[in-house]
């Protein structure tokens, strides 16, 4: 039986991680429909991981396979790596989302199906001859044939809405029938609902019902026979959020200004996935943030180099097509020698390419796509959650050694979510920064010269424009060592190179750390970005195997960890996955000599774990031949 307020006292069969994943047309509101799930297995206190799949036109054509949005949610009473490789559960709204996801359910998954949409006209526009609701076809799944949308109707008469805006409530019916079926709190998502369309209290009455209908549905309905329950898992200590890569990286952003006494300046322009950065960042005006949302790529990451040169800390943000267009002025901004935050959220490309699926496509761009010797630090977070941390150690290195640092998420961490345990203020890094308020001259001549540096990190002075005395000129133009006087001389542009390359050469990163358990293993295996989650899934299944296998992970992508090299020498095979056509296994071989095996992918997805353990199980078994 079930209370009042929705918590069950009956039994029900305990699991230790579901994937579950919502699919209907982009219209049908999947995404609201996850994260809500997604908010409460958080709330719940369970470890979890997603995966938003949506197109990438604001309304594709409805009841077609390139309209089909999907979401999908990862949940465990452990720590898990990934949004998981198929669904246990999947729940299709239409014949398209049946059609678009139905291959990736096991044999014995649980499909959940509004039958309200298998009209003749929707089957015909996916390419069904015939309903596959009532035939064999879908006899190795567990089908529950639900009418969502006459249910939904039914629950909201007496509310005054019309057929059409009570039908958009269905989505929430799912959304109770799935949290009935694993136990899930009801408050959070009612009260959600009530603060989202507060404006609009008939709407969020009704939704409330819809949610209500579903959650009753399941506890009257003899179609469901068992529920289930996945207990909280025994994570560290503290208090945790559900936070997305997007969000992260904005909360990095801003605590790195709050960490510096810096004044944060946002110049950009809206591009997906990067755009919901600029959306988290104008909320935060009582930090000390000011965004600017401007004409152009080109304006936007100008406007934010302004404000460093003006003394604040700048930053921008775009994506693959957009890193393009600010490439002149990231140029400029290296030899101007500030410090400026370039946050990069890789997706599909090339051009306009796939502008909400996942890639790892731009790394050669960012680390060489400007003309000249025009080097710069390259970080990359590996998780929704770590965005924060790799957003202050870029800053750290951007502030310290005044340099632009480019941060390379991916659609894959911008849109993902997980648990993140809040940090401790007071363990935030001091990132201070002292601006010069004296001539600096080493002739004495009572002048300031831009170009005179620190002899350990090689960076020059930061004078905030108007300091009096401190009169000085710096532009695109080569200038001087030391005076910022435009020069030609070929010996100076010589050493100018070359100690802008030293500085970026001297930027200290830590040493890369090898998980190995075993401590024998004879394969490595290197990844980047978004590609940890899926390789620490990998190994983890090759371990339970009975096979070693070695794991490590690269942050600075520029420099490398300088143990980089002699860890790569030190296996026989090292496997590197990446979701382009094998960017870093390319500098590694140029770099280190090693001959690494590349493993790529460019589909607008993310790796398996079940594609990775079967490549790295062929590796090492052949190595152990």
Request: charged share 20%; hydrophobic share 40%; glycine share 10%.
């Amino acid at each position: 039986m079930s209370t009042a307020n929705g918590h069950r006292t009956n039994g029900a069969q305990k699991l230790n991680r579901v994937v579950i994943r919502f699919a209907g047309d982009s219209g049908d509101g999947m995404q609201l429909t996850g994260d809500r799930f997604t908010s409460e297995a958080a709330a719940f206190g369970n470890d979890l991981a997603t995966l938003p799949n949506f197109p990438a036109e604001i309304r594709a054509p409805a009841g077609t396979l390139p309209g089909v949005s999907s979401f999908q949610l990862h949940f465990a009473d452990y720590d898990i790596l990934t949004p998981g490789d198929r669904p246990d559960v999947l729940v299709a709204m239409n014949p398209a989302a049946l059609k678009a996801n139905l291959g990736d359910l096991p044999h014995g998954g649980i499909l959940i199906v509004n039958t309200d949409e298998f009209s003749k006209r929707n089957l015909t526009k996916v390419g069904y001859d015939g309903n596959p609701l009532e035939g064999d076809d879908l006899d190795r799944y567990q089908v529950h044939q639900v009418a969502m949308g006459t249910l939904t109707q039914g629950a909201l008469e007496g509310t005054g809405l019309g057929k059409k805006d009570a039908d958009r409530c269905k989505n929430m019916f799912a959304l109770g029938l799935l949290s009935w079926m694993y136990h899930r709190p009801t408050e959070g998502t009612e009260r959600f609902l009530r603060e989202k369309f507060a404006k609009k209290p008939q709407i969020a009455e009704a939704n409330v019902l819809a949610f209500r209908a579903g959650w009753n549905y399941g506890e009257t309905t003899e179609s469901f026979a068992v529920t289930y329950e996945v207990a909280p898992a025994a994570l560290p200590a503290g208090t945790y959020r559900q936070i997305t890569g997007n969000t992260a990286l904005a909360y990095g952003i801003v605590a790195a200004g709050q960490c510096s006494d810096l004044p944060v300046f946002l110049g950009t322009y809206p591009i997906t996935p990067a755009s919901d950065v600029l959306h988290e960042l104008a909320k935060h005006k009582n930090f000390g943030v000011t965004t600017f949302q401007a004409e152009d790529e080109i304006a936007g990451v100008g406007a934010a180099l302004g404000a460093s040169f003006g003394g604040a800390l700048g930053v921008t943000t775009t994506s693959g097509p957009g890193l393009a267009l600010k490439s002149e002025t990231i140029g400029l901004a290296v030899t101007l020698e500030l410090p400026l935050l370039v946050c990069d959220i890789q997706r599909g490309g090339p051009s306009t390419g796939l502008p909400t699926k996942t890639e790892q496509a731009d790394l050669l761009q960012a680390l060489h796509g400007r003309n000249g010797e025009s080097p710069v630090p390259v970080i990359a977070p590996c998780s929704p959650a770590d965005c924060f941390d790799a957003a202050l150690d870029a800053v750290r290195i951007a502030l310290t050694y005044r340099t632009p640092v480019l941060l390379l998420s991916d659609g894959a961490i911008a849109n993902g979510s997980e648990p993140w345990l809040i940090p401790d203020v007071e363990q935030l890094p001091d990132l201070r920064v002292e601006f010069a308020t004296e001539p600096n001259a080493p002739d004495g001549s009572g002048e300031f010269w831009p170009y005179v540096r620190d002899p350990e990190t090689l960076a020059r002075e930061w004078a905030v424009p108007g300091t009096p005395g401190l009169e000085h000129r710096v532009g695109g133009l080569e200038k001087a060592e030391g005076k910022g006087n435009i020069s030609y001389d070929p010996d100076n542009h010589d050493r100018m190179v070359r100690l802008r390359q030293a500085k970026i050469d001297g930027v200290p990163v830590p040493d890369i750390t090898v998980d190995d358990p075993s401590g024998d293993a004879r394969v490595l295996v290197l990844g980047w970005g978004s590609s940890y989650g899926p390789i620490g899934a990998a190994c983890r299944r090759v371990r339970a195997q009975g096979m070693s296998i070695a794991q490590a992970h690269l942050r600075h992508l520029n420099p490398m960890p300088g143990n980089l090299g002699d860890v790569l020498r030190s296996y026989d095979k090292v496997i590197v996955p990446e979701m382009n056509l094998g960017q870093l296994a390319m500098l590694l071989r140029a770099r280190y000599l090693v001959d690494v095996q590349s493993y790529t992918k460019v589909a607008g997805l993310p790796f398996r774990a079940e594609e990775l353990q079967n490549v790295l199980t062929d590796v090492v078994q052949g190595v152990s031949a």
